[in-house]
């Protein structure tokens, strides 16, 4: 939805030095309620240059224009709709609260449930529909807001997962309203702050409230929950890859009896426009799942819309297991409209039994040492998932002008052989495996840096259900033909040409690996052609690629990978070979592989001997 608005700033124009005088359009005269010891206790660890008054302001992120809209320049803006209002800045205590709720004192908690957060005109529903989950899970929102009382000095704090690494957000309590004085975004019943201010201290962290339109339910739940997460698509254009539907449906039943947080994702692109409006669903807006249940053969999901309106669920009328109030935006559904009008389910696995470790690093090419490899000893068998984000350099970023990068995860046991493999280009890339007592390598790597030259950071975590311990490990790069090789071997996809010569390939989300393996007692010339491959980029640099593979060796000639998310890929190829004499036997690198085989990527493409 597009909405209008103009921006009155606050005090836009008044230089640093000059904000310990003013107080941002409030009266502070009188301050006789507050104890020095709490004022004290509140700024403790905080630059007293932002102290107006009894007041707290964040320098980091002011009551101003650009807080907002990430625009310095402008006040008119395509993004939000408020008629002829204008956004200011107010201390709660000047808010004008609903009728409904003027009978409460303001507080960050007052038995928050589910169905007091009301998303405002932010397209965040993404994280909303998260947060309206975790706030009927105290053990986890109290993790989150770290002020749990209402502090009249304004100043509170937040602990947020950003990209699988807590950090603790402080701000003041300075919130954006129209011209009534009504909350603009995110607001809560009985006059709670903790949605409020959670979702500010997400907008401080990546720049602005613009910055939080758009996103993936995947993303909320990381954030709040800091816990693995798993999508399951409903729907696929590949017909080789349609989703099973009864098989989601039990692990969405048995994720509810395990207390996992799920949110899904409404979409309008399988039915017709006039029958989806009748549903009153809205395309492309995150809903949480509240309850899921099968009463003899009928299958019902109940769903919350973080707006908190009532649905118009004409084709699907609400069912009446559980009543709710007229205004809360709780209803029930068949699984099958689910299945219908959802492209993809969220389950997010909180625990309160699991052992988890994160690391953080920078991701090295594979010319030399590995600085992201990680050795594991599970002691007991575990059930592991293991997590790799592309982790920013700053503390605050913009999370909308964050490029994703090529990611990869590979699991060998003590013999070299793969126990797991993922790939993905996105921001984040999970793995989940079991596996039995003993020791293990985890290889974290980014084809970007081959790729693009992008040496990002990274933070991974790792999850699992026993006891384990994980230190790092840097390795030489000869790790990476190795670890390769023995995801090849577990594709276990093969052809032979005859002669001892075969090829292996393996693919994961867009990846596609080609390996050559040469088990004759002659050289042989391998020519690849990769022309008319859509969406990928070659390691090697090239779609054509021609390499001389002496006797009894193997070699990964290219790493495919995909080039955009949202675009579909499609391999093509045809390879050809020709057994050479010894005289045509060629070993300096340069020589033997044409084109040459870049630096960055020398460990990729490294000869190894076929056993």
Not at 61 to 83: C, R, V, W
Not at 152 to 166: A, D, E, T, V
Not at 468 to 494: K, T
Not at 579 to 587: A, C, I, K, R
Request: positive net charge.
């Amino acid at each position: 939805m597009k909405f209008h608005t103009k921006i009155h700033e606050i005090n836009a124009g008044i230089h640093q030095s000059n904000l310990a005088k003013t107080s941002f359009g409030f009266d502070l005269s009188n301050r006789s309620y507050l104890s020095n010891k709490y004022i004290d206790e509140s700024f403790s660890g905080v630059n007293k240059n932002s102290i107006i008054g009894t007041k707290y302001s964040d320098l980091e992120f002011l009551p101003i224009h650009s807080s907002i809209t990430q625009d310095k320049e402008g006040a008119l803006l395509d993004d939000f709709e408020y008629g002829a209002n204008e956004i200011r800045w107010l201390r709660p205590e000047q808010i004008l609260w609903s009728k409904e709720n003027q009978q409460y004192p303001l507080s960050v908690f007052n038995q928050p449930q589910s169905k007091d957060i009301i998303q405002g005109r932010l397209g965040d529903c993404w994280f909303i529909s998260a947060l309206s989950l975790i706030a009927d899970i105290p053990q986890i929102l109290y993790k989150v807001m770290i002020t749990k009382q209402y502090n009249p000095s304004g100043l509170y704090k937040i602990r947020l997962c950003n990209r699988g690494i807590w950090q603790v957000v402080t701000i003041d309590d300075m919130l954006p309203v129209t011209e009534s004085n009504l909350l603009v975004f995110t607001r809560s019943q009985k006059k709670q702050l903790f949605p409020s201010l959670i979702e500010k201290a997400l907008a401080k962290m990546h720049g602005s409230y613009k910055a939080l339109e758009l996103g993936r339910c995947i993303e909320g739940l990381q954030i709040l929950t800091g816990e693995p997460c798993e999508v399951f698509l409903l729907h696929s254009t590949d017909p080789k890859k349609k989703p099973n539907l009864n098989n989601i449906w039990t692990k969405i039943i048995q994720s509810r009896a395990k207390g996992h947080l799920m949110t899904c994702l409404c979409s309008n692109k399988q039915v017709n426009e006039e029958s989806f409006n009748q549903t009153g669903l809205e395309s492309d807006h995150a809903y949480s799942i509240l309850d899921v249940r099968q009463v003899a053969s009928q299958r019902l999901v109940r769903l919350r819309n973080p707006w908190g309106k009532k649905e118009r669920t004409t084709l699907f009328p609400k069912e009446k297991l559980v009543k709710s109030s007229d205004n809360d935006g709780v209803f029930w559904i068949p699984w099958e409209a689910v299945s219908l009008l959802f492209s993809e389910i969220t389950i997010c696995k909180i625990s309160g039994n699991e052992y988890k470790v994160r690391k953080s690093g920078q991701f090295s090419d594979f010319s030399s040492k590995i600085t992201s490899v990680y050795n594991l000893h599970c002691p007991s068998g575990n059930e592991l998932t293991i997590e790799l984000f592309n982790a920013s350099d700053e503390k605050y970023y913009n999370r909308s002008k964050d490029s994703n990068i090529d990611l990869f995860l590979i699991v060998l046991d003590s013999n070299g052989t793969c126990k797991g493999y993922k790939h993905s280009l996105d921001y984040y890339v999970t793995l989940s495996i079991t596996v039995p007592s003993g020791r293990y390598i985890i290889l974290a790597g980014s084809m970007s840096v081959v790729n693009y030259s992008i040496y990002s950071r990274y933070n991974l975590i790792v999850h699992g259900d026993q006891q384990f311990v994980l230190n790092e490990q840097p390795s030489s790069y000869g790790l990476v033909a190795n670890a390769f090789y023995a995801v090849a071997l577990q594709a276990n996809n093969r052809k032979v040409f005859g002669d001892g010569v075969s090829v292996l390939t393996f693919s994961d989300d867009g990846c596609f690996g080609f390996i050559c393996e040469n088990k004759s007692n002659r050289a042989i010339r391998f020519t690849s052609d990769f022309y008319g491959s859509i969406n990928v980029v070659p390691s090697r640099k090239t779609f054509h690629t021609v390499d001389i593979i002496p006797a009894r060796t193997k070699q990964l000639f290219a790493i495919y990978t995909r080039k955009v998310l949202s675009d579909d890929v499609n391999i093509v190829y045809q390879v050809e070979y020709q057994s050479l004499n010894e005289s045509h036997g060629v070993d300096h690198i340069r020589t033997r592989n044409n084109p040459a085989i870049p630096v960055k990527a020398l460990g990729l493409h490294l000869l190894k001997p076929v056993h």
